[in-house]
T-cell receptor, first 115, second 114 residues
Framework: GDSVTQMEGPVTLSEEAFLTINCTYT??????LFWYVQYPGEGLQLLLK?????DKGSNKGFEATYRKETTSFHLEKGSVQVSDSAVYFC??????????????FGKGITLSVRP | KAGVTQTPRYLIKTRGQQVTLSCSPI?????VSWYQQTPGQGLQFLFE???????NKGNFPGRFSGRQFSNSRSEMNVSTLELGDSALYLC?????????????FGPGTRLLVL
């Protein structure tokens, strides 16, 4: 079945460090790909998305490119801030219907940024 | 515009009991999805409701059920609770649940089964 694999965490970085969080997926169709972020005590917020191969999603300094050849959607940020500390989830939509209402998530990774 | 709201936020139950959780979507949204989040299994899709009909279903036992009302509010019910049902239950809403839409998540209901 469809699945998302995220790198093991947690990740601890110093402020202004470069961030990469790896995400690979397995899907039989053509899903859209997402990064969601969860701050403590809150629900998930959409960070960015890409709907087809070679699309780049970007938001708040974060970027991720939909790489079909490597089935990857790695999240990057050039300079992290303390406020970026949260749990990050990679997800894909239903690859057959394209519906974003049925998402498959990775396990999530906790990012801590120290001043 | 108010976000997705979930009630209650916290709940403690004992094994064998049943529980009902409520989700009010963003005004105008007709698709409501439910997810279970646990440390071991992560985030897993439970089901989706659209126009009062279950449109998608995940791989959960029949003890997990849901419904949607004409105002798009949704409830999920878990019967005969087990310890493993302890989790954060998240609901998300979108306009129609379609491919280009963003799902907006609520803060979740944290259920503890003793």
């Amino acid at each position: 079945g469809d699945s998302v694999t995220q790198m093991e965490g947690p990740v601890t970085l110093s402020e202004e460090a470069f961030l990469t969080i790896n995400c690979t997926y397995t899907a039989t169709g053509y899903p859209s790909l997402f990064w969601y972020v969860q701050y403590p005590g809150e629900g998930l917020q959409l960070l960015l998305k890409a709907t087809k191969a070679d699309d780049k999603g970007s938001n708040k300094g974060f970027e991720a490119t939909y790489r079909k050849e490597t089935t990857s959607f790695h999240l990057e940020k050039g300079s992290v801030q303390v406020s970026d500390s949260a749990v990050y989830f990679c997800a894909l939509s239903d690859p057959f219907t394209g519906a974003n209402s049925k998402l498959t998530f990775g396990k999530g990774i906790t990012l801590s940024v120290r001043p | 515009k108010a976000g997705v709201t979930q009630t209650p936020r916290y709940l403690i139950k004992t094994r064998g009991q049943q529980v009902t959780l409520s989700c009010s979507p963003i005004s105008g949204h007709r698709s409501v999805s439910w997810y279970q989040q646990t440390p071991g299994q992560g985030l897993q899709f439970l089901f989706e409701y659209f126009s009062e009909t279950q449109r998608n279903k995940g791989n959960f036992p029949g003890r997990f059920s849901g419904r949607q009302f004409s105002n798009s509010r949704s409830e999920m019910n878990v019967s005969t609770l087990e310890l493993g049902d302890s989790a954060l239950y998240l609901c998300a809403s979108s306009l129609l649940g379609g491919g280009q839409e963003t799902q907006y998540f609520g803060p979740g209901t944290r259920l503890l089964v003793l």
